[in-house]
């Protein structure tokens, strides 16, 4: 087992956050309409079950997957790419709903759940030809559909880079059985107004979190998804909501108990970037990951979004690990 360790630990506080399977038709497209480019690259179509998706390719070679959570885009990798470009074929999709991508039709309560997130983004992988020698880069969601598609996919997987992520310590397991005051509060009219209403997640969570990291101009790109107050924003709502307690909802309880599970033992190269002082993976989950088989653990000062603290600590790491496993 390989664990090295190296500390980058100047701490600040940080703040954390947390459709049914169509067929595919058509190809990537070049876009007609304003996109948001992710650092200097531009962004790409692809239609996937008759709505488009936005990503970001770039370089050549094994695909290096980047997937965010809520309530970013393939925006939050704009510094980190450019780390990784030489060693792979970077794709860095928006989720169903969120950055460049469609919003879902008849919007409403428990639109953009788990399930629907998967399928979108299992055909959008399988229709970038994402099938072998895959290097997975998560965060926040990203993790719980990432690494649930690495389960999914065990002989594509080349190797995994988290940071921020879903995991459930199996030991823990029987212990979560009531959601905590922070996510009951989405289930609530206060809580769903602050997020419809008011972008709660995008302006206390991500651009309040990250305050004196982020630019006018990055700033506008992460609101520019969620302008129009109401089913613009359902989204980052239903996310939260999919936090699963006592074994519901069933789809992310399951998923995430059956990799977490399945990943500390597995033998492809690991890279654990723990955000310190970080803000979902501290006491129990943290002692979990760090136990994991074949890993690379590197500290860097952030909270729960860590990319816009450290991107250039983030990247450098990155770049070794990935050099290291060419």
């Known amino acids: 087992m390989t664990n090295a360790h190296f500390s980058r630990r100047n701490v600040i506080a940080g703040v954390g956050a947390a459709t049914l399977a169509g067929t595919l038709s058509g190809c990537a497209t070049t876009p007609q309409r ?9 962004k790409k179509l692809a239609t996937v079950n008759g709505y488009e998706m936005a990503y970001v390719e770039a370089g050549r ?27 792979g074929r970077c794709i860095a999709p ?10 879902l039709k008849n919007s ?9 997130h998967r399928a979108f983004l299992d055909a959008l992988l399988d229709q970038l030809d994402v099938k072998e020698n895959v290097t997975l880069v998560v965060h926040d969601w990203g993790s719980g ?27 823990s397991q029987e212990q979560v059985t009531e959601r905590s005051p922070f996510f009951q509060i ?4 206060k809580g769903i107004k602050g997020v419809l209403e008011d972008n709660m997640f995008v302006e206390q969570m991500l651009i309040g979190g990250v305050e004196g990291h982020l630019t006018e101009a990055d700033k506008a790109a992460y609101r520019k998804p969620y302008l129009n107050p109401g089913e613009d924003r359902r989204p980052t709502l239903t996310w939260p909501q999919m936090v699963p307690f006592g074994g519901k909802p069933e789809a992310p309880w399951n998923a995430i108990a059956a990799y977490s599970a399945w990943l500390p033992q597995t033998d492809f190269p690991k890279l654990f970037i723990q955000a310190v002082p970080g803000a979902i993976m501290r006491g129990p989950i943290l002692d979990f990951a760090l136990s994991f088989n074949n890993q690379t653990h590197v500290e860097v000062e ?17 770049e070794a690990w990935l050099k290291a496993q060419a």
Request: net charge negative; no cysteine; glycine share 12%.
């Open 108 to 116: 409403g309560p428990g639109r953009y759940s788990y399930d629907e």
């Open 61 to 87: 070679g094994d695909p290096i997957v980047f997937l965010h959570g809520n309530p970013t885009s393939s925006y939050l990798w704009r510094n980190i790419i450019p780390y990784a470009e030489p060693y």
């Open 302 to 318: 952030g909270g729960h979004f860590v990319q816009e603290v450290s991107p250039k600590e983030i990247g450098e790491a990155l």
């Open 145 to 171: 559909l990432g690494l649930d598609w690495a389960n999914r996919h065990r002989e594509a997987i080349k190797g995994v880079v988290y940071m921020e992520s879903l995991l459930f310590p199996p030991e």
């Open 186 to 189: 989405f289930f609530e009219e």
């Open 94 to 103: 928006d989720l169903i709903g969120m950055g460049d991508s469609d919003k």
């Open 34 to 42: 304003s996109l948001t480019k992710v650092g200097p690259y531009a």
